[in-house]
């Protein structure tokens, strides 16, 4: 299983972002799908999750309202997405995407066995 996190970067306060996640080696619509993300400084930390068909999803209640989740509606790409509105200094962190084998329909915010590289996200005041 490989996942490739990408589309970090530096933005200014009330700014947005979107990033991607690009899935190998996964059978795409048998997985949960999930990103966390690590302050400086922090523990890593839960953001959000959608379950193998996107009909499941769960927010950290930081990023409700301004984070939405989603899955690729291409059967062809295999990627998930994190789209950042209203960023703020808080939402500063590395940024990782996790993959997790579901045999039910669920939206985990814990267990992932399958993770990427991270992706830096620098939110500016």
């Known amino acids: 299983v490989q996942l490739q996190a990408s589309g970090g970067g530096l933005v200014q306060a009330g700014g947005s972002l979107r990033l991607s996640c690009a899935t190998s080696?996964?059978?795409?619509?048998?997985?949960?799908m999930g990103w966390f993300r690590q302050p400086p400084g922090k523990d890593r930390e839960f953001v959000a999750a959608v379950s193998r068909s996107g009909r499941k999803i769960v927010y950290a209640d930081s990023v409700k309202g301004r984070f939405t989740i989603s899955r690729s509606g291409d059967r062809n790409k295999n990627e998930v997405y994190l789209q950042m509105n209203s960023l703020k200094p808080e939402d500063t962190a590395v940024y990782y995407c996790a993959a997790d084998w579901a045999r039910w329909d669920t939206a985990p915010s814990e267990g992932y066995k399958n993770w990427g590289q991270g992706t830096q996200v620098t939110v500016s005041s």
């Open positions: 080696g996964v059978t795409f619509d048998s997985y949960a």
